[in-house]
């Protein structure tokens, strides 16, 4: 770790060493910016960390699969290939089991062979259903997505949409003109919620409850407005699937620590930030593992509660503080992780026979085949309760990527919703978690059976164990919640939607806690940086 005098000023500091404080310190470093990253943690990337659980199996502590950023500018701007990071395509990219009478259904980034798997599972005519709504979804979703890696406007964001008009499924005309009238209706359709839109294009339950789960990913039933382009997302899926990093979620982070570095970017490891204070013409981070930091700008990229107290601590105006916490809605956490070591990996039953070598592994088992387990899982949640029966996401990468488990092993992680931050009745999460984490393994064993008798390693990380190790405050993996009245230009309040903090100029924030929230997309740290790279010139 590189030694760092009292008080050296560089041009920026990054408080927080999550993938979007990295990304954004990497791209000031290659501005030929000086730059200074501090981390509580000793572990660098946050939720997008890889490290050693169990003896010779490498374990992500958040993410597995990034779906995002592959979509974005970022891996090419930065040359990450160069500095270490490949990509394996997971395809298929998801799958769904079959049910008592229905096919499993394969979700590959051919579209003909998605068309042909759902037609085997449940028929012709959500077959043809499925290929007309991705050609609908597949631009507005590219849309949404360009739309993330900008600052929040409403002028930007209308404008991204302007072309779309022609997808909308009506138009109304008459007074407000026909253009005007079919922006209302495709803007109707983006709001509704995403069990309207299936009910609207399909038939078949199973269909349905696998979309449902692939959107809920973000958090919010499927039920809330605004949920539809969530499942609108599984079009692009057909233009660049999800992505496993060779090596580990971590990999990224790994990548941009090399990138940062050749810039000469420092990351300064189990250095908490404990105060942002006004210094004069600039600003200085203080920290409880050295000397303190300065900088003409500072990117706050770790939670935004946890930003504010740091402004409280150098003395920004308290009230102002407690107007913002007050509509900052954090919510009740989202789910668990169960990691699992074992000798092999899950056996699903009647699986097509033209897979490839890895099967369905490479993809998000979206273990659910009826949405009433969903919306049973969450009103259980919101009640304080553990659902009967998780919803799961299994991903077993290890047989796309060997170096996850030593020889003739597998790792594989799962994905479970919705388990509250506050349990019912005092309970804590040191009793429930024993009682959670096998709750998931049976939801494992119901669908491909004897898969229990498989593990050899469990490690279970609670809401409460995700707030501790990765300061994902009240459990929520996406920092604050990702309803409609949370994104945008209301991420994470109004008056910080800019990615700037009113009264505190060269204080600028990133990271899940603003436009475009949680994530790997990398998008927050990219419009930090131009940012404070504008604020420069």
């Given at each position: 770790m590189t030694a760092v005098a009292p008080h050296r000023q560089v041009d920026a500091v990054v408080v927080g060493a999550g993938h979007n404080g990295l990304v954004a310190a990497a791209y000031l470093a290659q501005a030929g910016r000086s730059v200074r990253v501090v981390e509580r943690d000793t572990v660098p990337g946050g939720a997008v960390s890889t490290i050693e659980r169990f003896p010779g199996y490498r374990v992500d502590r958040g993410s597995s699969a990034h779906l995002m950023i592959r979509h974005s500018p970022i891996l090419d701007e930065l040359s990450l290939a160069e500095h270490?990071?490949?990509?394996?395509?997971?395809?298929?990219?998801?799958?769904?089991?079959?049910?008592?009478?229905?096919?499993?259904?394969?979700?590959?980034?051919?579209?003909?062979?998605?068309?042909?798997?759902?037609?085997?599972?449940?028929?012709?005519?959500?077959?043809?259903?499925?290929?007309?709504?991705?050609?609908?979804?597949?631009?507005?979703?590219?849309?949404?997505?360009?739309?993330?890696?900008?600052?929040?406007?409403?002028?930007?964001?209308?404008?991204?949409?302007?072309?779309?008009?022609?997808?909308?499924?009506?138009?109304?005309?008459?007074?407000?003109?026909?253009?005007?009238g079919a922006m209302a209706s495709l803007t109707q359709e983006l709001m509704a919620s995403g069990?309207?839109?299936?009910?609207?294009?399909?038939?078949?339950?199973p269909l349905k409850a696998a979309l449902a789960w692939f959107g809920a990913q973000s958090g919010p039933p499927m039920n809330a407005p605004g949920t539809a382009p969530m499942i609108g997302f599984a079009a692009l899926q057909h233009d660049i699937p999800p992505g496993r990093a060779i090596g580990?979620?971590?990999?990224?982070?790994?990548?941009?620590?090399?990138?940062?570095?050749?810039?000469?970017g420092e990351v300064l490891l189990g250095h908490a930030a404990t105060a942002i204070v006004p210094c004069g013409d600039h600003w200085r981070v203080e920290t409880d593992g050295g000397p303190a930091q300065c900088a003409t700008t500072i990117i706050a990229a770790c939670h935004v509660l946890t930003t504010m107290d740091l402004l409280a601590a150098g003395g920004h105006d308290p009230d102002t503080l407690r107007r913002w916490r007050s509509q900052i809605v954090v919510g009740d956490g989202i789910g668990m992780a169960v990691r699992l070591g074992t000798d092999a990996l899950p056996e699903y039953p009647d699986l097509p026979s033209d897979l490839p070598a890895h099967g369905v592994h490479s993809g998000l088992g979206l273990l659910v085949t009826d949405r009433a387990q969903l919306r049973r899982a969450h009103s259980s949640a919101s009640v304080g309760e553990l659902p009967q029966r998780p919803a799961c996401v299994a991903m077993g990468y290890s047989a796309i990527d060997p170096t996850l488990a030593p020889p003739g092993k597998h790792l594989?992680?799962?994905?479970?919703?919705?388990?509250?931050?506050?349990?019912?009745?005092?309970?804590?999460?040191?009793?429930?978690?024993?009682?959670?984490?096998?709750?998931?393994?049976?939801?494992?064993?119901?669908?491909?059976?004897?898969?229990?008798?498989?593990?050899?390693?469990?490690?279970?990380?609670?809401?409460?164990?995700?707030?501790?190790?990765?300061?994902l405050l009240g459990g929520n993996i996406m920092h604050v919640e990702m309803s409609i009245d949370q994104m945008f230009f209301w991420r994470p309040h109004p008056d910080l939607a800019a990615h700037r903090v009113p009264g505190a100029d060269g204080v600028l924030l990133a990271g899940a806690s603003t436009h475009p929230g949680g994530g790997v997309t990398g998008a927050s740290g990219r419009i930090s940086a131009r940012l404070a790279l504008r604020r420069r010139r």
């Open positions: 270490g990071l490949h990509y394996v395509d997971c395809d298929p990219w998801a799958f769904s089991p079959g049910t008592d009478s229905s096919a499993p259904i394969v979700f590959r980034t051919d579209l003909d062979a998605t068309c042909a798997s759902i037609e085997r599972a449940v028929g012709a005519a959500d077959a043809d259903a499925y290929r007309r709504f991705v050609g609908v979804w597949r631009p507005r979703a590219r849309a949404v997505m360009e739309s993330f890696y900008s600052s929040p406007d409403p002028a930007r964001f209308a404008t991204a949409f302007s072309g779309l008009t022609g997808t909308a499924t009506t138009a109304r005309t008459g007074p407000i003109g026909r253009r005007t069990d309207s839109l299936l009910d609207r294009w399909f038939t078949a339950e580990g979620s971590g990999a990224l982070t790994a990548a941009l620590l090399r990138r940062l570095a050749a810039d000469g594989v992680n799962v994905w479970a919703q919705w388990h509250p931050y506050r349990l019912a009745g005092g309970r804590t999460w040191s009793e429930a978690g024993p009682e959670a984490a096998a709750a998931v393994v049976a939801e494992l064993d119901r669908h491909a059976p004897g898969f229990g008798d498989r593990i050899v390693h469990t490690h279970v990380q609670t809401p409460a164990d995700l707030e501790q190790e990765l300061g």
